[in-house]
C-alpha cells in the first residue's frame, strides 16, 4: 500500500492550475526597467509638442540673453572707451557734464579761469629749467654761476608769486561762493599755474586780462 507522508499536503497545492504556474514564473524572469533610464526619441513625450510660434519665441529669448563672460567684458570696453572720449572732448570743449570729478562745478571752474586770465611766473618753470640746465652743464665757472644764481632766483619768484595769486584767489572766493565748498580750490588752481598755458586741460575759456 505504500507509506504514508508524514506531513498532510494541501489540496490546493495538488490543484493548482499549471497556467498560473507558467504567469508566476514568466513575471519572475522579466527584466526591472529603471525609471531613470534615458528616453527614446522615438518613444511618447508624454507631453505636448509646442506650437512653432512658442519654439521660435524660446530661441529668440535665448539668443537675446547675454552674457558670457568674454561679452560682458567686451561690451565694459567699449563703454569705457565711450566715457574716455566723452571726457577728452569735454577737457577740449569744457563742458561739465563729462568733466572728471576734480573739474567739476563752479568753483573749480572760476579757480581755473581766475589763473588762466593772469600772468604768471610759474608756467614758464620748465622752460626756464632747461635753461638753467644747460648752462650748468657748461664747463665755464662763470656760466655755472650764472645757472645757479638764476635758479635761486626763479625758485623765489615763483613762491611769491603763488603766495600772492593764492591770497587773491581765496578773497575772490569768499566774495562770489560764501556758501560753497571751496576746499582744495586754491591748490587746485596753483598747480594749474604750473603747467604752460597751452598745454592745460580743461582748456582756457577765457582770454589773458580778462575777468572771470
Do not use: C, H
Not at 6 to 27: D, H, N, T
Not at 37 to 63: I, L, M
Not at 99 to 109: E, S, T, Y
Not at 171 to 183: G, I, M, Q, S, V
Request: cysteine-free; hydrophobic content about 40%; aromatic content about 6%.
Amino acid at each position: 500500500m505504500g507509506s504514508t507522508p508524514p506531513y498532510p499536503v494541501p489540496l490546493g497545492f495538488v490543484f493548482r492550475s499549471r497556467a498560473k504556474e507558467e504567469k508566476a514564473a514568466a513575471a519572475d524572469k522579466a527584466p526591472l526597467t529603471d525609471s531613470k533610464q534615458p528616453r527614446d526619441p522615438q518613444a511618447p513625450k508624454g507631453r505636448p509638442t509646442p506650437k512653432r510660434s512658442e519654439a521660435q519665441s524660446q530661441r529668440r529669448s535665448v539668443a537675446n540673453t547675454p552674457m558670457t563672460r568674454k561679452e560682458a567684458a567686451k561690451r565694459q570696453r567699449e563703454e569705457r572707451r565711450t566715457a574716455l572720449e566723452r571726457q577728452r572732448q569735454a577737457l577740449a570743449s569744457g563742458d561739465e557734464r563729462y568733466l572728471p570729478a576734480r573739474d567739476k562745478g563752479p568753483v573749480r571752474r572760476f579757480a581755473r579761469d581766475f589763473i588762466d586770465s593772469r600772468f604768471n611766473i610759474a608756467e614758464y618753470f620748465l622752460p626756464m629749467a632747461v635753461i638753467i640746465l644747460v648752462l650748468s652743464m657748461v664747463r665755464v665757472a662763470s656760466l655755472q654761476n650764472v645757472a645757479l644764481l638764476l635758479w635761486l632766483v626763479v625758485i623765489v619768484l615763483i613762491v611769491l608769486d603763488s603766495i600772492v595769486t593764492g591770497f587773491r584767489l581765496k578773497k575772490r572766493l569768499a566774495e562770489r561762493f560764501p556758501d560753497d565748498n571751496k576746499r582744495g580750490a586754491v591748490a587746485y588752481a596753483l598747480m594749474r599755474s604750473l603747467q604752460m598755458r597751452r598745454l592745460r586741460l580743461p582748456k582756457p575759456q577765457v582770454k589773458r586780462g580778462e575777468r572771470p
